[in-house]
Every structure is written in C-alpha cells, then in structure tokens.
C-alpha cells in the first residue's frame, strides 16, 4: 500500500473542501498506481494556529515520510519517491 501526502491549496478554504478535494486526488492516485493508497493526514486542526513557516515544517516532515507525493488542484500532478 503506498503512502500519499496530498498538497493543495489551503488558503480561505473550508475544512470540508479541503477534505474532499483529497478524497478525490486520493482515488485518482489509486487508479493511476493500480494499488491501494494510504493519506498522509496533512489537514490538521492546529494548523489554523500555527504560523506559516510551522506549517510548512510539518508537511515537509510529512511529505518526507510518503511513498507517492500528489500535487492538486492543477491537473492532479504525481510524483513517486524514489
């Protein structure tokens, strides 16, 4: 099962939207590597609390930890670890 972090865009979205929006970048990356797919929650509650270079912090850590990385909204871009 690969491991997914999702990027998209987050400013002046709801919790909600953004939620479904990886929902669907996260079935695209089921289909397109024919495999199940695992999210890397990177949606937390504190983020709203956190300052911006903190956010960034924690989802490189995140992204660090993934198999496959999907880039979103823009056309669904993937990238795979190596």
Known sequence: MAKVFISIPMNGRSREDILAEQQKALYKATEILGEPCQMIESCQKDYVEMKPLEC??????????????????????LVVAE
């Open 56 to 77: 960034l912090g924690h989802s490189l850590i995140l992204l660090s930890t993934a198999d496959v990385a999907v880039f979103a909204p823009d056309g669904l871009k």
